[in-house]
Each structure stands twice: as C-alpha cells, then as structure tokens.
C-alpha cells in the first residue's frame, strides 16, 4: 500500500492524464466532426427537434391504438409487429438530436443560434 502523499500524488498524475486526453479526443471530434458540419444554425436544431418529435408521436399512437386493440385481433397483431420499428426509429431520432447537443456543448461544431 502506498503511504498517503504518494496516493494522492499519483491520484493528481491520473486525474491530470485523463484531462489531457479528453482535450486530446475534443480535439479530434472538433477536426472530425467540423470538416463534415462546419456550422449549425438555430433551425438545423429546430428541425432535428421536429423530427424527433415526428418519431415519438407515430409511435405514441401506435401504442395509443395498441390500448384499446382487443388481444388476437388483426389490429392487434399489426400493432405487435410495427410497435418495435417505430421505437427503434424514434430511438434513433432521439439519440441523433441528443448527439448533436453534446456536439454543441462541446463546441465541436460552430454553433449560430439567432
């Protein structure tokens, strides 16, 4: 075991190298991500929001239908086989828009909110 000021030593040494690395790896995603999007503009966001939104109603209504389908029924069954798409779609929209806000967030794109 190491005696305390070594442990702290070698905890400020681990703290200091995973600093640097994220900087490193914002970096990198600024470079990586920037080239393909050099800038996002207030209706990008909105629209990706509307999207998103889209998504998460058709599948709301599916499971809303879904409530009042009686069990065996052809709506029933249709409702089974759809329901999963469309929550893996919505999925997929939510976590694109949550991507681009830590995107945002991290400054890897140059952000014009006006």
Do not use: C, W
Not at 73 to 85: F, K, V
């Amino acid at each position: 075991m190491l005696p305390q000021d070594d442990e702290d030593a070698l905890l400020k040494r681990h703290r200091y190298a995973l600093q640097e690395i994220e900087r490193e790896i914002r970096k990198i995603n600024r470079e990586v991500i920037h080239r393909d999007i050099p800038k996002i503009e207030r209706k990008h966001v909105v629209e990706l929001a509307k999207v998103v939104a889209e998504h998460r109603a058709r599948y709301l209504t599916a499971g809303m239908r879904l409530s009042s389908a009686k069990i065996g029924t052809p709506e029933e069954q249709e409702l089974i086989r759809i329901l999963p798409g469309l929550r893996r779609e919505f999925e997929t929209a939510r976590d694109v828009f949550a991507a681009l806000e830590r995107a945002i967030e991290q400054a890897y794109v140059d952000v014009d909110l006006r």
